[in-house]
């Protein structure tokens, strides 16, 4: 076994924002808790998983691609022709030495490349076979997610490798299985793999593509115009060939008597965490954050502790990283962040919110706003509708979030942003619309 | 620690059978070689052996120390004499703390010849182990701290209890020390989540052979960032100052206005380092802290100051009165002094205790404010922050609570005044120094 020198271990680092004064008789505790991946170049996965690593080279990883090849992809005909050049461009760029595997999916999952039940490693050969074998791709037949989330998890899993990654590309509903049967291949397939999820076209429906994401602890978007669908599919790829360690899990230690009110991730999306906990040991609890290159992300903690006296001091939370390792323990990435809560009299210090805290409660609560306006939209309720996505545009724009506040004027014509002031578009873009339903939950970071 | 010579495992010199400190080599009586003594073949507890002494070393916690009911929160000078006996082997030295240089009498002319020993050593077995040491071996599973809230934790190495995750009594709670004649102690309070007061005292000689004693107490301002680590600064710095000073035969009222320049630099050079992680105020403050500061000689009392922290001078025949010796730079202190608010009014305001002076990098100009007196009676001088004023603000109140023989037990009347804040309500740390006046010659008053 290779030795490996610390420095190309990428080091986690856990910086925690708050106000830790509270009130007399106070007991919500927020933090903000920012999670940073550094330094790790390509070599992360010698911490998580040493005996995977190969020097000279990135982590073992495994890719499988699911293109969606239902009847409804020849309409039209461009479509198919673009998913095809899509995964060709995805293929190209695949890090030499990498499992791969071609799915095409319909009402059943059918293995395109290499098939056999096994996984193609990456080279010049075997890129140039799977396009090949891209050819034979042609419409025809149902939509069943969950069949080929299952065929890529089997495929994924024969695989000893770090990193295991999904690519799934859809253009119409989940119309040939149950809602049932989706949830409980993503219940299956939750932790054995991360997948990216994107919809195709306007037939889709947004909350099947980000649900699949969102439980996958991948990317969810909308590529609007299938000619887009190359460019993404490597920026894709690219992302997935910079992870370094997968299985990342946030570690929550609370001590007696705290609950915890809410876990959920705010940069750079928001993504609600807290029914996703796993006990880990006593008062301590893990939730999932997938897997990690050099990236920093943003995590709103919010407990309840126990009421102590004036001037007492104690730690509500303890926040720390771990992997889990193949003989079923976990291996503690070193990080590790303190919230505290300390009682005073001094209203001044109790009464403040800390800024991290309060521009991340204003970024769920815009994507909160805009699911529900979009909701009520859709059920007719104009006047509701108005007045949540007025309340999205106030907030958008207070909170500098551009790429949000223009996808909403696409949707509302914006009188006054400050106030919140908006009518409803008589005519909006089904793109557009669906566009802020699946970017709703993108965050902008504090302003430092 | 676990490098300590084994030397130490003694605690009477083989030779002589006089009591010895620990990190002696020699015998400090017939100077017999501690070094060629093998350890000795019984195993009496050591000092390495006491739970006390956390096994990754640095900067150990004293508090460990503290579920032994005589040795109490330490502070980071030397115990006091009375408590000192309660360590294992009777002789063990103070933890160490962040003011060596000012303990004990550095200039003592007593070279040789102690007299900082306990009154009374032989009140305590030296040679047995410490029963209750012993039982703190035995029951806490591998000799942990165990929670001081819910007494079912461990505590973790950040210093919060792994069950409940209170914080633990931190060494700053609550400090006592006695240097010679003169003695401080400070608590945390109530009411605040730590102490951000500090002290240090310190006996020095005159040129003249005559003694000096002297006390700074310094309270951290706390809507200023790390104000415990400004008013440690300051006090180590004035102390120091004024103990390097006054054998020199500078005036004692010029060497405190030096110790207060210098102090005031000590603070400023703390806005240039970086925050502790903990602190992620956005807007951080440069820290800053009060200062009060006397010094006693055989004839004169000086007193100097920055902020609302305070001496007051009882005399010991308490037929005469007391008095005031200092002037805050107080918001309500100006009100009164400009002829706008009588005194009543004034501290009754909430803008009172804003305060217009004080040392850090952001005071507007700095004004070390000195007096000195020539009292013609003895008495003593109470140093102290608000956090006592606050309970007896005028002279003749502060004068009710010190206790007669205050001048003769300085540590005892300290702790008195200290419980008198805390009976009040104790809403700010509260410190207190008191030194008698004249000072008394040198080992006099601890002998």
């Known amino acids: 076994m290779a030795n490996f020198s610390k420095s190309s271990v990428p080091q986690f680092s856990v910086d925690v924002y708050q106000n830790e004064y509270l009130p007399e008789g106070g007991r919500e505790v927020n933090a903000i808790v920012t999670v940073t991946a550094t330094g790790g170049g390509t070599i992360g996965s010698a911490v998580a998983a040493p005996h995977l690593y190969a020097p000279?080279?990135?982590?073992?990883?495994?890719?499988?691609?699911?293109?969606?090849?239902?009847?409804?992809?020849?309409?039209?005909?461009?479509?198919?022709?673009?998913?095809?050049?899509?995964?060709?461009?995805?293929?190209?760029?695949?890090?030499?030495?990498?499992?791969?595997?071609?799915?095409?999916?319909?009402?059943?999952?059918?293995?395109?490349?290499?098939?056999?039940?096994?996984?193609?490693?990456?080279?010049?050969?075997?890129?140039?076979?799977?396009?090949q074998a891209l050819r034979k791709l042609s419409a025809g037949g149902g939509t069943a997610i969950g069949t080929w989330l299952r065929l890529a998890d089997r495929l994924l899993s024969s695989a000893d490798v770090a990193i295991r990654h999904g690519i799934l590309l859809t253009d119409g509903?989940?119309?040939?299985?149950?809602?049932?049967?989706?949830?409980?291949?993503?219940?299956?397939?939750?932790?054995?793999?991360?997948?990216?999820?994107?919809?195709?076209?306007?037939?889709w429906e947004v909350k099947e593509v980000t649900g699949i994401a969102s439980a996958l602890l991948g990317t969810a978007d909308i590529v609007a115009d299938p000619a887009a669908l190359a460019a993404d599919f490597t920026q894709m790829m690219e992302t997935a060939m910079g992870k370094e360690v997968a299985d990342v899990a946030l570690r929550l230690w609370t001590p007696v008597g705290t609950t915890v009110k809410f876990v959920k991730q705010v940069a750079p999306t928001v993504e609600e965490l807290t029914d996703r906990r796993t006990e880990a040991g006593p008062r301590a609890g893990d939730y999932p954050t997938g897997s990690w290159g050099d990236e920093s992300r943003d995590y709103h903690v919010c407990v309840e502790v126990p009421v102590a006296n004036i001037g007492q001091e104690m730690l509500a939370a303890r926040v720390s990283l771990v992997v889990p390792q193949p003989d079923g323990t976990t291996q503690n990435l070193g990080a590790q962040g303190l919230v505290r809560a300390v009682w005073t009299d001094d209203m001044v210090a109790s009464t403040s919110i800390n800024p991290?805290?309060?521009?991340?409660?204003?970024?769920?609560?815009?994507?909160?706003?805009?699911?529900?306006?979009?909701?009520?939209?859709?059920?007719?309720?104009?006047?509701?509708?108005?007045?949540?996505?007025?309340?999205?545009v106030q907030l958008a724009s207070a909170s500098g979030n551009a790429d949000t506040a223009k996808l909403l004027a696409k949707v509302v014509?914006?009188?006054?942003?400050?106030?919140?002031?908006?009518?409803?578009k008589a005519k909006v873009e089904e793109a557009d619309e669906m566009t802020l339903e699946t970017r709703s939950t993108k965050t902008v970071r504090v302003k430092k | 620690m676990s490098q300590m010579p084994q030397q130490t495992a003694l605690s009477r010199c083989p030779?002589?059978?006089?009591?010895?400190?620990?990190?002696?080599?020699?015998?400090?009586?017939?100077?017999?070689?501690?070094?060629?003594?093998?350890?000795?073949?019984?195993?009496?507890?050591?000092?390495a052996l006491n739970?006390?002494?956390?096994?990754?070393?640095?900067?150990?916690?004293?508090?460990?120390?503290?579920?032994?009911?005589?040795?109490?929160?330490?502070?980071?000078?030397?115990?006091?004499?009375?408590?000192?006996?309660?360590?294992?082997?009777?002789?063990?030295?103070?933890?160490?703390?962040?003011?060596?240089?000012?303990t004990g009498s550095p200039l003592s002319p007593a070279t040789g010849v102690r007299f900082d020993r306990p009154p009374q050593p032989d009140e305590y077995p030296l040679q047995a182990p410490d029963p209750r040491v012993a039982a703190e071996l035995t029951t806490p599973p591998e000799g942990t701290t165990v929670c001081v809230a819910c007494r079912a934790g461990r505590v973790d190495h950040d210093g919060y209890c792994e069950n409940c995750g209170h914080a633990q009594p931190r060494e700053r709670d609550h400090m006592e020390q006695e240097c010679g004649a003169i003695a401080a102690v400070s608590d945390r309070g109530l009411r605040h989540h730590r102490n951000e007061d500090s002290f240090a005292l310190g006996n020095a000689v005159l040129p003249d052979g005559s003694p000096a004693a002297l006390a700074v107490v310094c309270d951290g301002v706390s809507s200023a960032t790390r104000p415990d680590d400004a008013s440690l600064a300051a006090s180590r710095a004035a102390g120091e100052a004024l103990l390097a000073a006054l054998p020199q035969g500078t005036h004692p009222q010029q060497a405190m206005h030096d110790a207060i320049v210098a102090a005031s630099h000590a603070v400023n050079a703390l806005a240039a380092e970086p925050a502790t992680a903990r602190e992620h105020a956005p807007h951080q403050n440069a820290p800053a802290c009060t200062l009060v500061a006397a010094v006693v000689t055989s004839g004169l009392l000086v007193v100097g100051w920055v902020g609302d922290s305070r001496a007051y001078w009882v005399p010991v025949d308490r037929s005469g009165p007391p008095a005031r010796l200092t002037e805050d730079d107080s918001w309500a202190a100006q009100m009164v002094a400009a002829g706008l608010m009588n005194e009543a009014e004034a501290y009754a305001?909430?803008?009172?205790?804003?305060?217009?002076?004080?040392?850090?990098?952001?005071?507007?100009?700095l004004e070390p404010h000195t007096a000195s007196f020539k009292p013609d009676r003895p008495g003593v001088v109470v140093v102290c922050t608000d956090g006592l004023w606050n309970y007896a603000e005028a002279a003749e109140e502060m004068a009710q609570v010190v206790p007669l023989d205050a001048a003769a037990r300085p540590l005892h009347s300290a702790r008195v005044l200290v419980g008198h804040a805390l009976d009040g309500g104790g809403h700010d740390n509260v410190t207190v120094a008191l030194l008698p006046f004249p000072a008394p010659p040198q080992g006099a008053g601890s002998a």
């Open chain 1, 173 to 203: 509903r989940n119309e040939h299985e149950s809602p049932e049967d989706l949830k409980a291949s993503l219940d299956a397939c939750a932790g054995r793999f991360t997948c990216d999820a994107r919809g195709v076209g306007t037939d």
């Open chain 2, 51 to 102: 739970g006390s002494l956390p096994p990754d070393g640095a900067a150990g916690p004293a508090w460990q120390a503290g579920s032994g009911p005589g040795t109490g929160p330490a502070g980071p000078g030397p115990l006091p004499a009375e408590f000192g006996g309660a360590a294992p082997g009777g002789h063990e030295p103070p933890a160490p703390g962040p003011q060596p240089p000012l």
């Open chain 1, 356 to 392: 991290q805290v309060a521009h991340y409660t204003g970024q769920a609560e815009l994507a909160q706003v805009i699911q529900q306006g979009l909701d009520l939209r859709k059920s007719g309720d104009m006047d509701g509708a108005t007045a949540k996505l007025g309340r999205a």
């Open chain 2, 15 to 47: 030779s002589c059978e006089e009591p010895l400190e620990s990190g002696d080599r020699f015998c400090g009586a017939c100077g017999y070689d501690l070094s060629v003594v093998p350890a000795r073949p019984d195993d009496h507890p050591t000092v």
């Open chain 2, 349 to 365: 305001d909430e803008r009172a205790h804003a305060i217009t002076g004080w040392l850090g990098a952001d005071a507007y100009e």
């Open chain 1, 56 to 131: 000279g080279q990135g982590p073992d990883a495994a890719v499988a691609i699911m293109v969606d090849c239902s009847g409804s992809m020849d309409y039209p005909p461009t479509k198919m022709r673009n998913a095809r050049d899509a995964t060709a461009a995805a293929i190209d760029t695949l890090r030499d030495g990498v499992h791969f595997a071609v799915i095409d999916g319909t009402h059943v999952a059918r293995e395109v490349y290499p098939g056999g039940g096994r996984l193609a490693v990456a080279d010049a050969t075997t890129r140039g076979q799977a396009k």
């Open chain 1, 413 to 424: 014509d914006v009188v006054d942003a400050a106030t919140g002031t908006v009518r409803l």
